[in-house]
């Protein structure tokens, strides 16, 4: 059984910075890529980063040269550095284990509320 635990959300400015952590559970964490998605109120769950097992990372869009994802193997955790924050980044965020082309989620954390506001 895997698990995810995420960590770091809280109210940040806008131009503020957070970083998110996921830590993993069990042994299988190196071998498998990994990401973060988001899901504002009353819209879909996108796609944010993800990063493969050996380092190959991927960014949507509207997050790109703001947000970097890291993963340190050692410590079965992965992180979502979030900087130039905006309003627009406000959602829940979530980690998840997964792999395949495209990108299938198979385990996911409990999430992690991000709110950037004055």
């Known amino acids: 059984q895997v698990q995810l635990v995420e960590s770091g959300g809280g109210l940040v400015q806008p131009g503020g910075s957070l970083r998110l952590s996921c830590a993993a559970s069990?042994?299988?964490?190196?071998?498998?890529?990994m990401g973060w998605y988001r899901q504002a109120p009353g819209k879909e769950r996108e796609l944010v980063a993800l990063?493969?097992?050996?380092?190959?990372?991927n960014y949507a869009d509207s997050v790109k040269g703001r947000f970097t994802i890291s993963r340190d193997n050692a410590k079965n955790t992965v992180y979502l550095q979030m900087n130039s924050l905006k309003p627009e980044d406000t959602a829940v965020y979530y980690c998840?284990?997964?792999?395949?082309?495209?990108?299938?989620?198979?385990?996911w954390g409990q999430g992690t509320q991000v709110t950037v506001s004055s």
């Open positions: 069990g042994n299988i964490f190196g071998i498998h890529a």
């Open positions: 990063i493969t097992s050996v380092g190959r990372t």
């Open positions: 998840t284990l997964g792999g395949g082309v495209p990108f299938t989620g198979d385990y």
